[in-house]
């Protein structure tokens, strides 16, 4: 019986501080205003090309992981850039070779993949390339285009070299400063 006591009590002297959050809530549906609800950041289609050279020794087999962004810290990740292939074009003729599925990443050819991700806010300017396993691979350049709004696409990343493995190689055009020595770049260090 006691308990029940308490209970009504509680419920006497919150009542009204109930009521008056509930009226209030109810002013601000009627005026219009409207609860702020955080905004979902949207998702964008990246058209990303990519050319091996045509050195003896250039194509690789290995997985390859693919990193890019801009000067807001929007940051991409793609592992496994094998498995987005969509397909190879021959570099001196616009045709499209993939009548049969093949390996990306062959000597002489360009690789082409698309990859869905959170939308960059300003023009991408670093692009980053990391090779795991036991073979080399030499890209020739790297791009990287966003579909919806082709002012946020990259230019060209040249390597025309053998990369490293396991660790990220690429460039940086983002936040560089002209100084008596020349060029200085924000450092940017990357985990796994």
């Known amino acids: 019986m006691k308990l029940r006591y308490r209970k009504m009590g509680w ?22 205003e409207t609860l702020v609800v955080p905004e979902q950041k949207k998702n964008c289609t990246y058209f990303i090309t990519i050319e091996t050279t045509c050195t003896w020794g250039a194509e690789t087999s290995n997985h390859v992981s693919l990193r890019f962004g801009d000067t807001n810290s929007n940051d ?15 570099p001196l003729e616009p045709e499209v070779l993939d009548d049969m599925p093949r390996k990306p990443f062959q000597a002489c050819m360009v ?28 890209p ?23 990369l490293p493995r396991h660790v990220w190689h690429g460039s940086n055009v983002c ?10 770049k924000k450092r940017m260090v990357y985990g796994k």
């Open 11 to 32: 419920l006497k002297n919150n009542g009204r501080q109930i009521l008056y959050c509930l009226g209030l809530l109810l002013v601000l549906v009627v005026e219009g």
């Open 76 to 90: 991409i990740l793609v592992k496994h850039l094998n498995s987005k292939h969509i397909r190879k074009v021959d």
């Open 111 to 138: 690789d082409q993949f698309y990859v869905t991700a959170s939308c960059v806010e300003s023009p991408i300017c670093y692009l980053y390339l990391k090779l795991i396993g036991k073979d080399d691979w030499r």
């Open 140 to 162: 020739g350049f790297a791009q990287v285009r966003v579909l919806e709004i082709s002012d946020l696409s990259s230019g060209y990343f040249y390597f025309r070299r053998y």
């Open 175 to 184: 936040d560089s400063e002209v100084t008596s020595f020349g060029l200085k």
